[in-house]
């Protein structure tokens, strides 16, 4: 899959209202996440597929002096982004690729992903570039609703037409462990606002919950 044909499809999402959408889909599992972050004063987040930027906005005001720049291939979720903004938080949006991030190495405390970085066309390269800008003893933590223990998600690129990493929990697990990542975790988030709250088009994989792996730079 290209570049040129995921800012594409996620330009179209835009001019269909779908950014709002996946902020009212992801953010339970996020805001379950986000409060065992523990994100300290003044730490540099960068946010993996941004999308409209909702959620590097949270990571920027999780705590005081914190400030997060969200990264995302599609020009139309970054100019959302920008429009969505407000200037009294410490946040900024790029268009740049997963594989090919622009930032400096070992500029952040914390990567944080939100079901984005299964669309990676190269997942080595883009979790190696992860790993490149954290800053020694970093650590990532990345979310995808997309893996093979969810088994009702198997049908997404048939219905997006877009290629997708579909791998299991240990193959997550391996992959950042090749990309030089350590103490490298899995573990499911239930959406606590309950299957319910989900659209009908994600009911059935939200009973699976997210997948959310964590994982260190080596200090
Ligand atoms: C399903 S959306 C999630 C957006 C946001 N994190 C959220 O939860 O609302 C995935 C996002 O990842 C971006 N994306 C996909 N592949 C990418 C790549 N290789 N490099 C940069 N961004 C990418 C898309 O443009 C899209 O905005």
Known sequence: MSHEKLSKTFDSWVDAGRDSGMETEHSGV????LAQLDVRPGEQILDLGCGNGWATRLLAKAAPGASAIGVDV????????????SLTIRARYEVATFENLGLRSGRFDRVFSMEALYYAVDLERALSEAQRVLKPGGRADVIVDFFSESPTTRNWPEKTGLSMHYLSTAQWRAAF???GFIDVTAERVLDPRGVAAASPEHASNKADGSLWIRAHKPA
Not at 30 to 33: D, K, L, Q
Request: hydrophobic share 55%.
């Open 177 to 179: 462990e090749r990309a």
């Open 74 to 85: 599609s020009p139309k979720m970054i100019a959302r982004a920008e429009e969505l903004h």
């Open 30 to 33: 996020v805001a379950a996440v």
